[in-house]
């Protein structure tokens, strides 16, 4: 029951009992965050805050079942750890294996926060602020079904040394900053620039080019040293922006790599090649997507690539028996193998996505691996005949 359970929760094996506790969890967070939005408005009458009271104790009803689940099929975390049906957020954060582990975990901290203010009203009432910062709270959940909040978050972790580096250099361009202008500026503005610390808000609006105007240097030392700042707080300001996109872009390659290396290895015809032949083989493939009833290639083109099939159906236009091909199946070879144009139409019968290998990879691969050269050729030898 145990693993049954964890897979329901993270895994998608089970999909019709998986979405329906994801649906619940996904409106139990929207009703606790638009509940506690609502209750910030005018007051409404006794019946309408009633209402919101038991919607908000059923919702949390459900996030504690949902705790209490999680916490107690974590020790399945550790035969599942490396499962590709879980996903990477879930993986990486939860599924160590132990259950007080994954309390500690940023989720598990997440998840036990949020119920904790609404069973604590239970025995003493608390401030209605601690249902509006859980709320808020509780949208981190969301993490576990949207990849680009995981997305963000393995940028975040991967680039932190980089960003903690440009963010300590800031700092000490914020206080230098501020120290000079409260020196230029305090005898004109001793209102506005009365401390170091008054003068932290003008230097963070400023290097940050936000520009309140509530304070402004009168000096022409002062307004000089305003722009120097200015001219800093947008270099420093961009690169932060800049690690991150970098790391945006490494992070999507590598998981574009993952996906890639997976799919490759699921292919027959590279089963039986270790971890760094599929991974030369993934380096090489390029995705591509094909809609229902396109034309793929055609007969008498000149042949620039060979296709592996990772989903759908796609007809071999041979007559008088068109042949069907699906996932896990190649095509294009023969062109490519016996250097002639292309010797059948080949239509997608569904929506498809396939793995392109071009020509000169083709031949850069089946120079690393001449095995797989002879294994296509024996393939492209069988259906010669037919076609």
């Excluded at 409404?44 to 038991?54: G, K, Q, R």
Aim: with cysteine.
């Amino acid at each position: 029951m145990r693993t049954q359970i964890y897979q329901i929760l993270y895994s998608d094996r089970r999909p019709l009992a998986h979405n329906v506790v994801k649906a619940l969890i996904l409106l139990s967070v929207a009703a606790v965050v638009a509940i506690a939005m609502i209750k910030t408005l005018p007051r409404f009458d006794l019946v309408a805050d009633a209402i919101m009271n038991t919607v908000r104790m059923a919702a949390m009803a459900v996030l504690t079942i949902e705790l209490a689940a999680r916490f107690w099929v974590a020790p399945e975390g550790a035969t599942h750890a490396f499962d590709n049906a879980i996903p990477d957020a879930a993986r990486k954060d939860e599924v160590s294996g132990s259950r007080f582990a994954y309390l500690r975990s940023s989720l598990g901290l997440v998840d036990l926060l949020v119920v904790l203010p609404a069973w604590a009203n239970l025995l003493y009432p608390i401030s209605p602020h601690w249902f509006e910062l859980t709320a808020a709270l509780s949208l981190f959940k969301l993490s576990r079904y949207v990849p680009a909040l995981s997305l963000v978050t393995a940028v975040v972790a991967r680039q932190g040394r980089s960003i903690y580096a440009a963010l300590v250099v800031l700092g000490i361009l914020l206080v230098c900053s501020a120290t000079v202008i409260y020196m230029v500026e305090y005898e004109t503005q001793p209102a506005h620039f009365a401390s170091i610390p008054h003068s932290l808000w003008w230097a963070i609006s400023t290097m940050a080019t936000v520009g309140s105007g509530d304070i402004a240097p009168i000096t022409p030392i002062g307004r000089i040293v305003g722009g120097i700042a200015m001219v800093f707080g947008i270099a420093m300001f961009a690169v932060p922006a800049g690690i991150l996109a970098s790391g945006f872009a490494e992070e999507l390659r590598k998981r574009d790599f993952v996906v890639n290396w997976q799919s490759v290895a699921r292919v027959p015809l590279f089963a039986r090649l270790d971890a760094n032949a599929i991974a030369s083989v993934a380096q090489l493939l390029k995705p591509r997507s094909v809609s229902a009833n396109q034309v793929i290639v055609r007969r008498g083109d000149i042949a620039d690539s060979m296709y592996f099939i990772m989903e759908g159906e796609v007809e071999v236009d041979i007559t008088p028996n068109p042949v069907r091909l699906k996932q896990g199946d190649f095509f294009g070879e023969i062109a490519l193998v016996e250097n002639v144009p292309r010797t059948a139409t080949i239509l997608s019968l569904t929506n498809c996505r396939l793995l392109v290998l071009e020509t000169v990879d083709f031949e850069h691969l089946t120079t690393q691996i001449p095995d797989l050269k002879d294994q296509i050729k024996r393939i492209s030898d069988k259906r010669l005949p037919d076609q």
